[in-house]
């Protein structure tokens, strides 16, 4: 979003910790940044043991950033049409063919918003790494029909058909 304005120079991180109220931080994999202060904010996480580490370029921050929203809407979506309680071990075990085909969507928009097209086989093998960081991390949060809602309006401003997230709906409705 801050790529359209020549004068913003953003230090962003993809974060793939959690910290709520009452609990302690919960690491999934290390989270990347990106930007002139990315050293400085990955040795502030380090100093509450968050792992973090900086990224080279501005592709490796687009891919971090694919990779993140690639995660969060195929295990929240996914979870939509599975048991309530169901793990992203359970998706990725127990419903292999659902994920794919909504990672296969959700990607189809990915490279729309980019312009670019993205190593599928690089970012399955990436979500894996992900899930073993907590294998019991729910799939369907609370936000996660207004996910789909937002992916698919998002989806035909672009006049973009992603066929498994329909479908999806028509079955939750």
Not at 86 to 103: G, I, R, Y
Not at 131 to 139: I, V
Request: net charge negative.
């Amino acid at each position: 979003d801050w790529a359209i304005h020549d004068f913003i120079d953003p230090t962003v991180i993809s974060v793939w910790f959690e910290k709520k109220k009452g609990m302690d931080s919960k690491v999934l994999i290390s989270s990347p940044v990106f930007g002139p202060k990315a050293q400085i904010l990955v040795a502030s996480l380090a100093l509450i043991d968050i792992p973090a580490h900086v990224l080279t370029s501005q592709d490796e921050l687009l891919f971090e950033l694919v990779l993140k929203n690639l995660y969060i809407l195929t295990t929240n979506i996914a979870g939509l049409l599975i048991e309530k309680e169901a793990t992203v071990e359970d998706l990725h075990n127990q419903h292999p063919n659902l994920m794919c085909k909504v990672s296969n969507d959700i990607l189809s928009l990915q490279a729309q918003l980019t312009g670019q097209t993205f190593d599928a086989q690089k970012l399955e093998q990436s979500i894996i790494q992900a899930f073993k960081g907590d294998l019991t991390h729910k799939c369907m949060g609370r936000s996660a029909p207004a996910r789909l809602k937002r992916t698919l309006e998002l989806a035909k401003s672009f006049n973009l058909s992603l066929p498994t997230l329909e479908d999806i709906t028509s079955q939750i409705v």
